[in-house]
């Protein structure tokens, strides 16, 4: 799975989330979740479960905190996909 | 273990905002408690005035007391060996109004875990007229339960 693959499959994870859809359309890896998104910080715990039911992962308390970016979930995504 | 009326001590809520008169079960999956509202519950005076109907807020805050929040202070309590310096935080709800409740009526609310994970609480929970011995709500609830210091004001 390519980078590029695991981010258009999360930007349709997070999509039922973003209030603003139009913040989708030219979404970068750059953009934070919370800060750029407007994500509801009691949402990323359901997009959370939505990952790991995706990719059959599991994802610990501390790797949560480390998912700011939408890179930076990706980052999380392949290092769960590797260690399975 | 915490007993349901040590869980019942714990919650923030107090008289005219404290909706739950017994908790009969509690586990780590749901609990099941009641309520009967009063016939001089302080928002009857106005909801509405000589014709007292639960306004659905109301109903709302009855089923996340008794199904999420009291489910919140157990499995915290499982969980830390201690739930005092927690406060709870109601994020989301969707929920279908299927009948209305009037003063007197005594309510019956369960809830049933959906999740709990990361801190946050999402339940599945019903509310019942046992009085009218109807369905008046069901929906989801979702919370968190965070450390005091860490809410904003």
Known sequence: MTREQIKDELKGIIGDYVPEKELLESLSEEHELIGDLKINSAHIVDIVLDIEDKYDIMIEDEAIGKMGTVGESIDIIFQKLDSK | MISPQEIIDKLPYKTPFHFVDELEEVTDKGTVGYYTLKQDEYFFQ???????????????????????????????????????????????????FLKPTYPGDKLKVSSRLIYYRFGKLKCSIECHNLTSDELVCKGEFSGMIVKKDNVEK
């Open chain 2, 46 to 96: 106005g909801h509405f005035p000589g014709n007292p109907v639960t306004p659905g807020v109301i109903i709302v805050e009855i089923m996340a007391q008794i199904g999420l929040v009291c489910l919140g202070i157990n499995l915290e309590h499982n969980k830390s060996n201690n739930s005092d310096n927690f406060v709870p935080l109601f994020s989301s709800t969707n929920v279908d």
